[in-house]
Nanobody, 121 residues
Framework: QVQLVESGGGLVQPGGSLRLSCAASGSIFSINAMGWFRQAPGKQRELVAAITSGGSTNYADSVKGRFTISRDNAKNTVYLQMNSLKPEDTAVYYC???????????????WGQGTQVTVSS
């Protein structure tokens, strides 16, 4: 089992920035990818960004150039730096852990509890 603990959500004005953190613990040898998903009210959960243990990243088109995913392997922690936030970025953000299966595809096995991000003036 892998436990994921998220932090860093909150309320921010449009154009502002937030950084989310996700600390992993437990059987982390079983995973080689971590990612961030989000789910807005009435919408499906979508992948925002993912990163492998080797450092390969993928981003949703809607966040490219604004969001950056990174990881600190020594701390088993993944970060999502979110800049130039827009109201449409408002959602519950979930950390996920799993394995890369190649070609930008992943299997996600573990989920965090979610953290609310609200972008509003």
């Amino acid at each position: 089992q892998v436990q994921l603990v998220e932090s860093g959500g909150g309320l921010v004005q449009p154009g502002g920035s937030l950084r989310l953190s996700c600390a992993a613990s437990g059987s982390i040898f079983s995973i080689n990818a971590m990612g961030w998903f989000r789910q807005a009210p009435g919408k499906q959960r979508e992948l925002v960004a993912a990163i492998t243990s080797g450092g390969s990243t993928n981003y949703a088109d809607s966040v490219k150039g604004r969001f950056t995913i990174s990881r600190d392997n020594a701390k088993n922690t993944v970060y999502l730096q979110m800049n130039s936030l827009k109201p449409e970025d408002t959602a519950v953000y979930y950390c996920a852990a799993g394995r890369s299966i190649g070609s930008g595809s992943y299997s996600w096995y573990y989920w965090g509890q979610g953290t609310q991000v609200t972008v509003s003036s």
